[in-house]
C-alpha cells in the first residue's frame, strides 16, 4: 500500500430539502387544509479514526467529498427523510487544518474519535407550519438551507511509542524487520526506505509501536534531503532510539559527529522534541570497528550505548528493555503532568470559590 501522509479535500454537507406545498383533497372535504411536509435535514461530513488504516490513499485521488442532500417534503404531512452522512475514515494520528485559514479543526488521534468538518443545511418547512388563526390555507413553503462546504487539508502524523532515528544504512530497517512483521526494504545503498514503517514489537509480555522514519541527513531541519518530509512523524512519539552506524567507510567515519548531527536537526526541528527520552545504540556491532565507536560515543557523550546487531541478534534484548523501561518512565510522566494540570486554580492558592 503506498503510504500518503498529507491530502486536500474539498467537502460538501448535504442541503436540506424544500418544504411542500400541499393541500388535503377527499370526497368529502374540499378544503381540508394544508398538508405540506418539512424537507429533510442534509447529511453531516464526518471523520472518523479507523486503527485498520495507517495511509490516507484513499483520498488522494478523491478529493471532492460530498454528503447526501436532504429530501424534500411531501403532501399527507409527510415530511422529508433526512440525508445520509458521508463518514470518512482516516487512521490514526490525522490533523484537520481549514485550507484557507490554516486553522486546526482537530487533532484525532484516539480510535472511534470523530469530527464533523461540514455540517448539512436544515430543511426548508412546509405550507403546514404556517398555518395560523387568520391563515387556513397558506401557500408558503421554504426551500432547504444550503449545507457547509470548506477546503480541508488533512495531515497524517504517525501514532508511535518509539521513533527509530539514524542517517542513511544505519540499520534501521533490518531492525524493524528483526523485532516485528513489518517488511521494509533492505538494501546496501543510501535512502533504500522511502517512506515511514510500523512495527508492532512484542517483548516479555509487553507491545509497543515501533517507527522507522526514513533517513535524515544533515539540514534536514532547512528541507535537505528525504528526511524533511518525515521529521513530524516524530512528533508523537515517546521515546526516541539513536542508531548510529558503526560501519567504517574510506573517509573514515565520527561516530560522535553522526549522533550530534543527527540530535541537532532534531533540536533546530523541535526543542520539546529532542528533550524526550532517548536510547543511543551503535548498529552493526558484528564489525571490528562498532566496539570503538561504541566506547568513543560513551566516553564523549558520557551516556550508556548499546551495541546492536540486528542479523545476529547481538544487543536486540538490551535495546527493547531499555526502550518498554523508557515508555514506562514516558507514560508515567504524562500521567503526573496531566494531574498536575487538572489540579491547578487560576491563582494557584488552591482555593475554590
Known amino acids: 500500500m503506498k503510504f500518503v501522509d498529507e491530502v486536500r479535500l474539498q467537502v460538501k454537507a448535504g442541503d436540506g430539502g424544500r418544504g411542500c406545498l400541499s393541500f388535503r383533497r377527499e370526497k368529502f372535504e374540499p378544503k381540508g387544509g394544508p398538508n405540506g411536509g418539512n424537507g429533510g435535514r442534509g447529511g453531516d461530513v464526518i471523520l472518523v479514526v479507523d486503527e485498520g488504516l495507517s495511509t490516507l490513499l484513499d483520498y488522494r485521488f478523491n478529493p471532492l467529498q460530498r454528503a447526501e442532500r436532504g429530501h424534500h417534503g411531501m403532501g399527507k404531512d409527510m415530511h422529508g427523510r433526512a440525508g445520509e452522512d458521508r463518514v470518512l475514515r482516516v487512521p490514526p494520528g490525522t490533523q484537520v487544518f481549514d485550507e484557507e485559514t490554516d486553522e486546526l479543526l482537530g487533532d484525532l488521534t484516539e480510535v472511534g474519535d470523530r469530527l464533523v468538518v461540514a455540517r448539512g443545511g436544515d430543511g426548508g ?117 539513536h542508531l548510529v552506524d558503526g560501519m567504517p567507510t574510506e573517509e573514515g567515519r565520527d561516530p560522535v559527529a553522526d549522533y550530534r548531527a543527527l540530535r541537532g536537526e532534531l533540536e533546530r526541528y523541535s526543542a520539546e522534541l529532542a528533550a524526550r527520552p532517548e536510547i543511543l545504540a551503535v548498529s552493526k556491532a558484528d564489525l571490528p570497528d562498532a566496539q570503538a565507536a561504541a566506547q568513543l560515543l560513551e566516553e564523549e557523550i558520557g551516556r550508556k550505548v548499546i551495541l546492536l546487531s540486528s542479523p545476529t541478534g547481538e ?8 526502550a518498554l523501561e523508557a515508555i514506562a518512565q514516558a507514560l508515567e510522566t504524562e500521567r503526573e503532568q496531566r494531574e498536575a494540570g487538572y489540579g491547578d486554580d487560576d491563582d494557584g492558592d488552591g482555593d475554590e470559590e
Open 125 to 241: 418547512r412546509g405550507n403546514k407550519a404556517f398555518t395560523t388563526s387568520v391563515n387556513r390555507a397558506p401557500r408558503r413553503i421554504e426551500p432547504g438551507w444550503p449545507g457547509e462546504e470548506r477546503r480541508l487539508r488533512l495531515q497524517l502524523k504517525l501514532m508511535a511509542d518509539v521513533g527509530l532515528l539514524g542517517f542513511p544504512n544505519a540499520g534501521k530497517s533490518t531492525f524493524i524487520r528483526r523485532v516485528s512483521r513489518a517488511r521494509p526494504k533492505v538494501a546496501d545503498y543510501p535512502f533504500t526506505t522511502l517512506v515511514p514503517n510500523l512495527g508492532l514489537v512484542e517483548h516479555k509480555g509487553e507491545t509497543f509501536v515501533l517507527a522507522d522514519i526514513p533517513g535524515l541527513v544533515e539540514g534536514a531541519a532547512e528541507g535537505r534531503g528525504l528526511g524533511h518530509r518525515f521529521l513530524k512523524h516524530v512528533e508523537r512519539c515517546r521515546v526516541m532510539l
Open 315 to 322: 544487543g536486540v534484548e538490551a535495546v527493547l528493555d531499555a
